[in-house]
Nanobody, 117 residues
């Protein structure tokens, strides 16, 4: 099993930046990929970005390409999401997701990002 703890959310003005972190613990040697999703008020959870834990290959949602950067530190079993040029529409709860070999997955508890205009 994998436990995930997100941090780094907060209130920021439009145009600002944040870096979210997600620390994994437990059976981390079974991690295949990690990623970020977000859920805005009244909307469903949507994919933001993910990264292959071994190769480092990344994927992004079209809405965040060029502004968001996902990265990982394998030694710390932590994944990061650097968010630049924040927009009010980026306001959401951001969730970390870990996918393990065998395709089971785990979610973190979420961290709130609020962007004021």
């Amino acid at each position: 099993q994998i436990q995930l703890v997100e941090s780094g959310g907060g209130l920021v003005q439009a145009g600002g930046s944040l870096r979210l972190s997600c620390a994994a613990s437990g059976r981390t040697n079974s991690i295949y990929a990690m990623g970020w999703f977000r859920q805005a008020p009244g909307k469903g959870r949507e994919f933001v970005a993910n990264i292959n834990w071994s190769s480092g290959i990344t994927n992004y949602a079209d809405a965040v390409k060029g502004r968001f950067t996902i990265s990982r530190d394998r030694a710390k079993t932590t994944v990061y999401l650097q968010i630049n040029s924040l927009k009010p529409e980026d306001t959401a709860v951001y969730y970390c997701k870990s996918t393990v070999f065998g395709l089971a997955y785990y979610w973190g508890q979420g961290t709130q990002v609020t962007v004021s205009s």
